[in-house]
């Protein structure tokens, strides 16, 4: 069998990813076969998942890792530029700075079904998921949360990690719940195509780590 070199095999096995992680997206990791996979991706070879990734598991590992990376870096370049500016100042800025990173610049390049993904991934596939990530790729995150134990209004710190908890979960399913709508071709959907929608999400998230204790 003739074998691709390195760079070739990479850029033939992306079509390949990015129609895993929509399909991931719309149904789940196990609701998806690799038949399914190689057949929306115009392979004609059913078994391209098993050659370029050697596994379904292993290609839903590189999948995270891809977005996890992207994410991180575009976090940290933006946590970078608000530092240099003297901030954050608020908490506002740092729940605006987590919406607006967690999606991509370019809305046709369909990146944001990564985080429909991961969002239904870490529900049903934990462990893969937190495995697959290695301790590695959130760095941006981990500098958010030392600005936000700054920032918010004085609290013990386990219940500053349980609003942390809230907090990634309400984003997820919030930017989740949108990509869904977006995907949907049927439908206008005016709300989640509006910028308004993300700054709003920005509020409530805000307000969520602001709540009083009691």
Known sequence: ??????????????????????????????????????????????????????????????????????????????????????????????????????LSEDPSDGEESYIRFITMLSMTHRELFMDALEGRWNSGYQRCLEHLRRLMPPMPRPVQNQRFVFMGAYLGAVLARRDAALSDTTRAHPMWRSGETLRHLGITLAALLDAPTE
């Open 1 to 102: 069998m003739v074998r691709l070199d390195a760079k070739t095999q990479s850029k033939a096995a992306l079509p390949l990813k990015l129609v895993a992680r929509r399909l991931f997206a719309e149904r789940g990791v196990d609701g998806v076969t690799v038949r399914e996979i190689a057949r929306a991706a115009g392979q004609k070879n059913h078994g391209a998942v098993g050659y370029h990734f050697k596994s379904k598991e292993a290609l839903v590992r590189e999948i995270i890792r891809d977005g996890a990376i992207v994410i991180d870096a575009r976090r940290n370049r933006a946590l970078d530029r608000l530092e240099a500016q003297g901030g954050p100042r608020g908490v506002r800025e740092v729940a605006d700075l987590l919406v607006r990173t967690s």
